[in-house]
């Protein structure tokens, strides 16, 4: 983002001048990035120059008016740099996000497959998006899994960050597994609004991993609405089907009960011109949108509010995203609810003692041989894929008795490496 929360205009006006001085040293003529890094006593330290655009340069745009990569190219071709230090004011403040082919349930490693879908923000004012792909394309294990970029700026920071997160939570992509559901749950996470940030936010707020699954809003009402909602509209079309056999016809009812997350939501739904009206213990709410089945983003109103939420059928779940949060949700009858209720859990599976490729890449080491004992952590294979190496480890101890795939190997995901007893 840009300009840093944490950095006052003396420490910014400190780094400025270091970043001058040394573009001054070597004669550099050309667009380049020169990073420090601050520790927390806000001391700063050089890290590095490079000598060409960065991939954050969309948030410098945004503030100081100026088409990096345009002036770039001037250069290059010989024309004199035209802009003075003085004429680059800040103006407001940028954010962006990269949407990566990565998985969060898996450490972010990444991911390879066809973008089955792929649907983009709509470019607004303060909302910019930048990527490479397009719908039907395949994501390999040969480049960088980067997908996109998607960059917001406003007056101050707050406006900057709600047009992000707003934005991040109209991305949709189907196919491979991303980024999106942590990006958006980021932007929106107290600290970050905040803007109390360090190198080790990820290890402190998400310990165990992030898992979309448990992302909570404070006020689940608007899940509530549009799920109730959208069941009313499938068994409206189920009513509408011609040549039910009798006595199996398939009746619209307006009570149901809203399962998400562990708790029961009773709603009475009716229909209303343009929408459906939700009753929920006696708070109404006013669900107005025109989705269409199949349909990816449920746009509308409730109660005049504007909201924008993804949404999927999944036989009898619907899968909403929204803010971060990935919920599949039931919404049943009141007997089935009570059904569900007192169902016992499954039980706890222990984990067997294959290891697996947790992404698809090449296998360019093994580090053990049948017979080899292992201890819980200890370093068992290589993987390389999207230009990086990934060191897997055994996750308790035993003896390796079986390997199960060779040096040279191009592994497809959860394909079995070796085994241990």
Same mark, same amino acid.
């Given at each position: 983002e840009a300009p840093s929360?944490?950095? #006052?205009?003396?420490?910014?006006?400190?780094? +400025? !001048? +270091?970043?001058?001085?040394l573009a001054t040293a070597v004669h550099y003529q050309s667009a380049g990035t020169v990073e420090f890094i601050v520790d927390a006593d806000r001391q700063f330290y050089f890290l590095e120059m490079n000598t060409r655009l960065q991939v954050e340069h969309p948030v410098t745009e945004f503030v100081t008016g100026i088409d990096i990569v345009e002036w770039m190219i001037r250069i290059a071709a010989g024309e004199a740099l035209r802009i003075q230090q003085s004429e680059v004011p800040l103006h407001g403040w940028a954010m962006e996000a990269r949407v990566y082919a990565e998985n969060p349930l898996r450490n972010f490693l990444p991911s390879v497959g066809r973008l089955v879908r792929f649907q983009p923000?709509? /470019? !607004?004012? &303060?909302?910019?998006? #930048?990527? $490479?792909?397009? /719908?039907? $394309? /395949?994501?390999?294990? @040969? @480049? #960088?899994p980067l997908v996109a970029k998607v960059i917001a700026h406003g007056a101050s920071r707050e406006r900057a960050r709600v047009r992000l997160r707003d934005a991040l939570n109209e991305f949709a992509i189907r196919g491979i597994s991303h980024n999106i559901s942590f990006l958006t749950a980021l932007v929106d996470h107290p600290r970050f609004r905040a803007g109390n940030l360090t190198t080790d936010f990820i290890a402190e707020e998400f310990p165990l991993g992030f898992h979309p699954e448990h992302v909570v809003h404070d006020d689940p009402s608007q899940l509530v609405a549009v799920a109730a909602a959208m069941? %009313? %509209? @499938?068994? /409206?079309? !189920? !009513? %509408?089907?011609? &040549?039910?056999?009798? $006595?199996y016809e398939r009746p619209v009812e307006n009570d149901w009960v809203v399962v998400? +997350? $562990?708790q029961s939501y009773p709603v009475r739904v009716t229909a209303i011109p343009g929408g459906h009206l939700v009753d929920h213990n006696g708070r109404l709410y006013q669900v107005l949108s025109d989705w269409q089945f199949g349909q990816l983003l449920f746009r509308g109103t409730i109660n005049g509010e504007p909201i924008c939420m993804q949404v999927e059928r999944r036989e009898l779940y619907l899968r909403l995203w929204h803010w971060g949060a990935e919920i599949d949700v039931l919404v049943l009858t009141a007997r089935a609810a009570e059904l569900l209720a007192t169902m016992p859990a499954q039980p706890h599976r222990e984990r067997t003692g294959i290891v697996c490729a947790p992404m698809p890449g090449l296998l360019t080491r093994l580090l053990v041989q049948v017979g080899s004992e292992v201890q819980a952590g200890e370093d068992l294979a290589v993987m390389e894929a999207m230009k990086m190496e990934n060191v897997l480890n055994a996750h308790r101890a035993g003896r390796v008795v079986k390997i199960l795939a060779q040096v040279g190997d191009s592994l497809a995901v959860d394909q079995p490496i070796l085994e241990l007893a």
């Open positions: 929360p944490f950095l #006052d205009p003396t420490m910014r006006a400190a780094m +400025q !001048a +270091q970043a001058i001085a923000p709509a /470019e !607004a004012s &303060g909302v910019r998006v #930048d990527s $490479g792909v397009s /719908e039907g $394309g /395949e994501i390999s294990i @040969y @480049y #960088d069941h %009313r %509209r @499938y068994r /409206e079309r !189920a !009513a %509408r089907i011609t &040549g039910q056999l009798p $006595g998400l +997350q $562990g």
